[in-house]
């Protein structure tokens, strides 16, 4: 089965940072992989599919890249809403598989 | 609107059983895969379980391979889950998701665009 790995694991930003998070995959998983934000007490909300296509209604500030085995997740500025933890999925192989998180809090 | 609702969570006892059911609404439900996913109390995100649209695909996590049974009534527009023997480390909320792409069968393409409020199942004696 496919590891994903997210760092880190939690994170400290300001409104306004720039912020990146990032997923490793322990093998190669083309761009199959999805970020999605959870933010407390709510479902999670797909953010980035295809590793760096922009769900609809989601905002520019967000957007995703790599290919392979690595990838990222940036934030151009952060927001109050943005305040939340992510996660990846890779849907390249059977079975499916989240990271174990990123929780990103306010400085 | 596009919208999940589960149901049939509740308190059991280990090595019991449970029937997990999400109502679909608001898209053609046979034309897209669908999944369950759960989150144990404080912790991330574990997929359990996924069904394409015409149900020729289904997989499992490990973690509930052998237990757990997914499936789906076509023109109820429902997705259930039926979770045998049963474990503490079940204990969850769990979510039933869309599969964003129409006619999804294969890998590459179940990012899910849709989630539910979810479920919770609490395993205990």
């Known amino acids: 089965a496919i590891q994903m790995t997210q760092s880190p694991s939690s994170l400290s930003a300001s409104i306004g940072d720039r912020v990146t998070i990032t997923c490793r995959a322990s093998?190669?998983?083309?761009?199959?992989l999805g970020w999605y934000q959870q933010r407390p007490g709510e479902a999670p909300k797909l953010l980035i599919y295809?590793?760096?296509t922009l769900e609809s209604g989601v905002p520019s500030r967000f957007s995703g890249s790599g290919s392979g085995t690595d990838f990222a997740l940036t934030i151009s500025s952060l927001q109050p809403e943005d305040f939340a933890t992510y996660y990846c999925?890779?849907?390249?192989?059977?079975?499916?598989?989240f990271g174990q998180g990123t929780k990103l809090e306010i400085k | 609107e596009v919208q999940l609702v589960e149901s049939g969570g509740g308190v059991v006892q280990p090595g019991g059983s449970l029937r997990l059911s999400c109502a679909a609404s608001?898209?053609?439900?046979?034309?897209?895969?669908m999944h369950w996913v759960r989150q144990a109390p404080g912790k991330g995100l574990e997929w359990v379980s996924l069904?394409?649209?015409?149900?020729?695909?289904?997989d499992y996590a490990d973690s509930v391979r052998g237990r757990f049974t997914i499936s789906r009534g076509y023109n109820k527009n429902s997705l259930y889950l039926q979770m045998n023997s049963l474990r503490t480390e079940d204990t969850a909320l769990y979510y039933c998701?869309?599969?964003?792409?129409?006619?999804?069968?294969?890998?590459?393409?179940?990012?899910?665009?849709?989630w539910g409020r979810g479920t919770t199942v609490t395993v205990s004696s």
């Open positions: 998701t869309k599969a964003k792409m129409e006619y999804c069968s294969s890998t590459s393409c179940y990012a899910m665009d849709v």
């Open positions: 093998q190669g998983i083309r761009n199959d």
């Open positions: 999925l890779q849907d390249n192989n059977y079975p499916l598989a």
């Open positions: 069904i394409s649209g015409d149900g020729s695909t289904i």
């Open positions: 608001g898209f053609t439900f046979d034309d897209f895969a």
């Open positions: 295809a590793a760096s």
